[in-house]
């Protein structure tokens, strides 16, 4: 978990997260309606999120289904999304639980939200993760091979493809990343010129704590920001 932060604290973060998202949109001639802050609430408290949601954050994010499940009922109202590697067991577990999925990154877990979002008679929005830097390690779809998958997910009933989410490979520098930031505005656009039906390419999610700037300023819409304002997690998890 996390050590408690002050509410002083969480103002001076918050603040200078305003300064670098600002003028990284400054550069690029957008403002902040044209960017969603979701907060990465993984390992932080829920006091400390029901006081973050009180100073105008409306979008939290979280990445392990038994986290989300045992702070649901104290967080106050927000839009809540997914945003970690889901087992295809669990999404029962939260399909009633999200407004959306960022982390689709097999055809197996979307046809799982298909069969589970269909059950529960809703509509899940769903973003597919791409391993942007082509890295073993990661979870995500190949963007090579991006095209034919949209096709097959976009036929499933109860899903709503509304984008495309990537966590870059880890560097030294935050600039290193831009190339991966580029590399997804692209694929971002190409898919969208396809024009397939029961697809919306309108969030792109990319961007986290030490480079959040340079998404922006790369074209992501939706940055998700966990250390930048809530400060260190003890464990990573
Ligand atoms: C934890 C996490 C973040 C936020 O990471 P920070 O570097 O702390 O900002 C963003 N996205 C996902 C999927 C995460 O798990």
Known sequence: MMEKLSAK????NLAEVSRKLDNALQKIGK??????????????DTETINYALSKGIDYIGENKVQELLSKEDKINPCHRHFIGHLQTNKVKDIINRVEMIHSVDSLKLA??????????????????????GEEDSKWGFDAENIIS????????????????MAI????????????????????FVDISDENIDNVDMDILSMG???????????GANLIRLGTAL????????
């Open 168 to 187: 870059p490979p880890i560097c030294e520098e935050s600039e290193e990343n831009r190339k991966y930031f580029k590399k997804m505005k692209k694929l």
């Open 31 to 44: 403002d902040r309606k044209d960017v969603i802050l979701l907060a990465a609430t993984k390992t932080v």
């Open 149 to 164: 998958n949209i096709k097959e997910i976009a036929k499933l009933p109860n899903v709503k493809i509304r984008g495309l």
């Open 208 to 218: 986290m704590s030490d480079d959040f700037d340079i998404a922006v300023e790369e």
């Open 230 to 237: 809530f400060g260190r997690r003890i464990y990573n998890i």
């Open 111 to 132: 046809r799982e939200i298909s069969k589970q979002a269909v059950k529960n008679d809703k509509k899940m929005e769903i973003l597919l993760e791409i391993n942007i």
């Open 9 to 12: 604290e969480f103002d001076k």
